[in-house]
T-cell receptor, first 115, second 118 residues
Framework: DAKTTQPNSMESNEEEPVHLPCNHS???????IHWYRQLPSQGPEYVIH???SNVNNRMASLAIAEDRKSSTLILHRATLRDAAVYYC????????????????FGRGTQLTVWP | SAVISQKPSRDICQRGTSLTIQCQVD?????MFWYRQQPGQSLTLIAT?????????ESGFVIDKFPISRPNLTFSTLTVSNMSPEDSSIYLC???????????????FGPGTRLTVL
């Protein structure tokens, strides 16, 4: 599986924007870029995903580099509730056989939000 | 979306015993997944629970240690057999959305079962 690289930790102040980077230099043309987050004592939850174009939803924005070798998750105004571990994951669009549907988690980025 | 419940939410077990964890989904899904999250670590995929066929295990996980059942499209169980303290982890069930054969779909996770083995 293609690997992702994220900083171990980041910090932000409440109500400031947060840019969480992810490097995926070995991404293949069939990989979606997914972001999940895990709040303390909870299972992971979906944040956003994209393929080539930038994406926006109610939770966040995803900026994807033109060569797709990196992406940035953007939280426009961090809140205390956004403190979590954020995972950047590549998921095979083709979903061939043995890897269909599977998510493989890296270590993620621990985001701390200060009041 | 899919709502997932797991039972038990937590348990403390003795070495050498087995524990069966249940995962119930509020809608029919094709694929269900079991993950393990050891203390302070990320999630590791254990296996894919397939309805009507044997589970597919990831490297490092075997059926004798983690037998899985998938009797229908809304339910699965994971058994942790002959437990040792190294099995102390959070075990999470996950499913794709109703159209979960599309790799772009989001995945949903249960709240997890926190297992402590003494």
């Amino acid at each position: 599986d293609a690997k992702t690289t994220q900083p171990n930790s980041m910090e932000s102040n409440e109500e400031e924007p947060v840019h969480l980077p992810c490097n995926h230099s070995t991404i293949s043309g069939t990989d979606y870029i997914h972001w999940y987050r895990q709040l303390p004592s909870q299972g992971p939850e979906y944040v956003i995903h994209g393929l080539t174009s930038n994406v926006n939803n109610r939770m966040a924005s995803l900026a994807i580099a033109e060569d797709r070798k990196s992406s940035t998750l953007i939280l426009h105004r961090a809140t205390l509730r956004d403190a979590a571990v954020y995972y950047c994951i590549l998921r095979d669009r083709a979903g061939r056989g043995s890897t269909l549907g599977r998510l493989y988690f890296g270590r993620g980025t621990q985001l701390t939000v200060w009041p | 979306s899919a709502v997932i419940s797991q039972k038990p939410s937590r348990d403390i077990c003795q070495r050498g015993t087995s524990l069966t964890i249940q995962c119930q989904v509020d809608s029919q899904v094709t694929m269900m997944f079991w993950y393990r999250q050891q203390p302070g670590q990320s999630l590791t995929l254990i296996a894919t629970a397939n309805q009507g066929s044997e589970a597919t295990y990831e490297s490092g996980f075997v059926i004798d240690k983690f037998p899985i059942s998938r009797p229908n499209l809304t339910f699965s169980t994971l058994t942790v057999s002959n437990m040792s303290p190294e099995d102390s982890s959070i075990y999470l069930c996950s499913v794709g959305g109703p159209r979960d054969r599309a790799p772009g779909e989001e995945q949903f996770f249960g709240p997890g079962t926190r297992l402590t083995v003494l």
